[in-house]
């Protein structure tokens, strides 16, 4: 199945293959680069986007994984409250040294370097939610308590 996907999205699925779940990235005709477009080419409400957002902290420059509800913005007060610093944003190049995919793409899996990962606590109001999957045309359905799984990330409030 894979073989028939870009190189980006056949490197996530071949991540997602290690995890023992049945996880298939779909590429798609339209974008879905934003959590909006996603949205609107699944077919699904934008709450059921999880869209990777990476930040870097301000003391540490580490990156910072945090994968949002596709309604919801981070409030960076409630992150830093969290994790101990403030947040800065990253720039492409950060993100792409750090995760190896583009913005727009980013999977909350398969990163270059580990990757501090926190859970938007409202995706886990849902049975299922999609994920980008290392293009802006690829996604992969799951449930939030794999994604959880998956990612070792701690689930929070992060409005």
């Known amino acids: 199945m894979s073989s028939n996907l870009s190189k980006s999205a056949e490197k996530v699925q071949k991540e997602l293959n290690k995890f023992g779940f049945e996880l298939n990235v779909i590429e798609l005709s339209d974008s879905t680069r934003t959590a909006q477009e996603a949205a609107n080419t699944i077919g699904c409400s934008i709450s ?16 910072i994984l945090i994968v949002a509800s596709g309604t919801n913005r981070v409030n960076e007060k409630a992150i830093k409250q969290h994790i101990g610093e403030k947040l800065e944003k990253a720039d492409a190049d950060f993100v792409l040294k ?16 580990p990757i501090l990962t926190l859970i938007d606590e409202d995706l ?20 939030p308590m794999i994604l959880a799984e998956i990612t070792h990330g701690d689930i929070i409030c992060i409005k």
């Open 98 to 113: 750090h995760t190896g995919f583009v913005i727009g793409g980013i999977p909350p899996i398969g990163h270059k370097t």
């Open 48 to 63: 059921q986007i999880a869209k990777s957002l990476i930040f870097k902290g301000k003391i540490s420059q580490s990156p």
């Open 124 to 143: 886990m109001q849902h049975k299922e939610i999609w994920a980008a999957a290392g293009t802006p045309h690829s996604v992969f359905r799951l449930t």
